[in-house]
């Protein structure tokens, strides 16, 4: 299994940065991709950003410029950092990793706790 935890999460103004982490631990030799989704009161949850093992990194449009996302450990912890933060970035953001634990398998999902961001105008 995994265990993944998060950090990072509080209250900013608009235009300030968070820095998001996420820590995984446990059985990830086919660790296939870690990132963040986010889900606003009333909103469908989002992908915010991902990163595979090898290194390839996508976001979400309303991010991209603003966001990065960034791995260390051999992926053994991602981060997300967040710039120019807007008050729709406020949602409650949830690290994920995508972790086959058996190589028949193509992807197994493991959540974190989440955390909150809020973004003050």
């Known amino acids: 299994q995994v265990q993944l935890v998060e950090s990072g999460g509080g209250l900013v103004q608009a235009g300030g940065s968070l820095r998001l982490s996420c820590v995984a631990s446990?059985?990830?030799?086919?660790?296939?991709?870690m990132g963040w989704y986010r889900q606003a009161p009333g909103k469908q949850r989002e992908l915010v950003a991902v990163?595979?093992?090898?290194?390839?990194?996508n976001y979400t449009n309303s991010v991209k410029g603003r966001f990065i996302i960034s791995r260390d450990n051999s992926m053994n912890t991602v981060s997300l950092q967040m710039n120019s933060l807007k008050p729709e970035d406020t949602a409650f953001y949830s690290c994920?990793?995508?972790?086959?634990?058996?190589?028949?398998?193509?992807?197994?999902?493991?959540w974190g706790q989440g955390t909150q961001v809020t973004v003050s105008s």
């Open positions: 994920y990793a995508n972790a086959p634990q058996h190589y028949w398998e193509n992807e197994n999902i493991y």
């Open positions: 990163i595979t093992s090898g290194g390839s990194t």
């Open positions: 446990g059985r990830l030799y086919r660790l296939k991709a």
